[in-house]
């Protein structure tokens, strides 16, 4: 298991990049620590990168679900492990005209216009999921067919005592944003273009990371074992006839 | 001349003039010399390792990054994965691709033919076992953190290449004292090796293909 980085280990770190290594030294460490946690929240912005999966406690006759704040984009939902769908509120009511109340096996949800990060079912559940497990059991197919279960991309916690982004992210993303903020602040240490120097080298971390996110999808990148697929993207060319594109007075 | 972390060190400590630690000590440096071996790594895809990772019954999601590397490096992205029960490489796919497949693909037990890489965390595999899985899987990968920990490790940079870190870790630490004019000649010549390194990662095993190409210019062969 790796050593995750907690953000107060940073606090010594960046104090070295401010030249100010003691304790409260110019800037308080409470105003320090805020800023790394603010940290992650920036590049959060630029890029999705953590994915989590959680069960959602299903209730009998109940139709809408509060999700955690922390849910930033849903990339599949399973109720029993078949795939619901989601869909905007108007398509529901196409479906049914009274999505809101008809009660069977959800095949379908909708993420709007029922509240913050509500998430409405339909039809709504006849049936109570308890969540079984809050555990790692949920990556495995354990209790898949006996939960509702949500994969999605999280947004980070600022009272978590640890980064959500990977090690290799942060130290030096924390260190250009911090010293940013730290020299734009009023006080006897604010120089604005030195703020503005580490503003974009910050910046540029931020592009190096959605770079590197992106390059973690390398699925479309063509391989040996791709003959196993059946290739939807392979575009058929029909031979056409030699007088195709002849023009044809039609006077 | 492959340098390790102390011999590096040493060179920035020298380009500094501060040999005895009188502005930076060792763990200083060590931490400047580190977060330049994580952006060359990362911007250049210079580190690469292979691990051997054995199936798990009933599991449909792998957790790479925490779970399949034991010793001091991190696990970034995934370049190729091989399934020694099977004989094959298996192909990435998107989840749409698997959605197409079956809609209740997570539920489909059986031989995995196919990888959805979800992040740089997450690998998962459609069918998965759900027992009698013999072998494992090989994953070849990029790595995405190298921790130094101790003197002698040597970074997994080329050779000719190795000035990159020295120049980073000077470049860094002049600007703790605002000698961002000092620095800026430490990081044009970062920024050239490691463009030079980014070029030279993808084109490094071809070197046949360009002596073939170079062929055609022999004077023998006249004008091609």
């Known amino acids: 298991m790796r050593t995750q980085i907690t953000r107060s280990s940073l606090l010594p770190y960046v104090r070295t990049y401010l030249n100010a290594p003691a304790a409260n030294q110019i800037w308080t460490d409470v105003y320090l620590l805020q800023l ?10 630029a890029v999705k990168t953590t994915w ?7 209730q009998l006759g109940v139709g809408t679900y509060q999700l955690d704040q922390d849910v930033q984009a849903i990339t599949r939902i399973t109720y029993r492990g078949f795939k619901v769908d989601i869909l905007s509120q108007r398509e529901l009511s196409l479906l049914s005209p009274v999505y809101r109340t008809q009660q069977t096996r959800p095949r379908w949800a909708s993420w709007q216009f029922d509240g913050t990060n509500t998430l409405r079912l339909y039809p709504v559940p006849a049936e109570n999921l308890p969540i ?48 940013w903020k730290a020299y734009a602040a009023e006080g006897n240490a604010q120089d604005l273009d030195v703020a503005q120097y580490h503003k974009s080298k910050f910046e540029s971390q931020v592009a190096m990371i959605v770079e590197a996110n992106t390059k973690v999808y390398n699925n479309k990148a063509r391989q040996l074992a791709d003959v196993a697929i059946q290739r939807p993207w392979k575009k058929f060319r029909p031979i056409l006839p030699p007088n195709f594109g002849t023009p044809v007075d039609m006077s | 001349m492959s340098l390790n972390l102390g011999q590096i060190r040493g060179r920035v400590q020298t380009n500094l003039n501060d040999a005895i630690g009188t502005f930076f000590d060792n763990a200083t440096v060590n931490q400047a010399i580190q977060d330049g071996y994580d952006e060359v790594i990362i911007d250049t895809q210079c580190a690469e390792a292979t691990a051997s990772v054995p199936f798990t019954p009933n599991t449909i999601y ?82 995405g953190k190298d921790n130094l920990t101790v003197d002698q490790q040597i970074p997994q940079i080329p ?55 170079n062929d055609l210019d022999w004077p023998n062969f006249g004008s091609v």
């Open chain 1, 36 to 45: 790394i946690n603010q940290a992650e929240v920036w590049i959060f912005d």
């Open chain 1, 52 to 58: 989590s999966r959680f069960a959602l406690g299903i």
């Open chain 1, 132 to 179: 079984l497990d809050t555990g790692t059991d949920v990556f495995t197919d354990k209790n898949l067919l006996n939960e509702c279960i949500i994969s999605a991309y999280m947004v980070p916690d600022e009272s978590d005592g640890v980064f959500s982004l990977p090690d290799y992210f942060i130290t030096r993303a924390v260190k250009h944003f911090v010293r």
């Open chain 2, 62 to 143: 792998y957790d790479l990054y925490n779970g399949i590397i034991p010793s001091n490096q991190l696990f970034w992205r995934i370049c190729r994965i091989f399934n020694q029960n099977t004989n094959r490489w298996m192909p990435c796919v998107d989840s749409r691709v698997l959605d197409k497949f079956r809609f209740d693909w997570e539920a489909s037990v059986g031989t995995p033919w196919f990888g959805y890489i979800v992040n740089y965390q997450y690998l998962g595999f459609f069918p998965h076992f759900s027992s009698g899985a013999t072998k494992s899987f090989d994953v070849l990968y990029k790595i």
């Open chain 2, 159 to 213: 050779n000719q290449f190795s000035r990159i870190l020295e120049s980073y870790a000077t470049a860094d630490l002049l600007e703790i004292y605002r000698e961002f004019t000092k620095a800026q000649e430490y990081w044009d010549d970062y920024g050239k090796l490691k463009q030079k390194l980014k070029d030279y990662m993808p084109s490094r095993s071809l070197p046949d293909k360009l002596w073939q190409l």
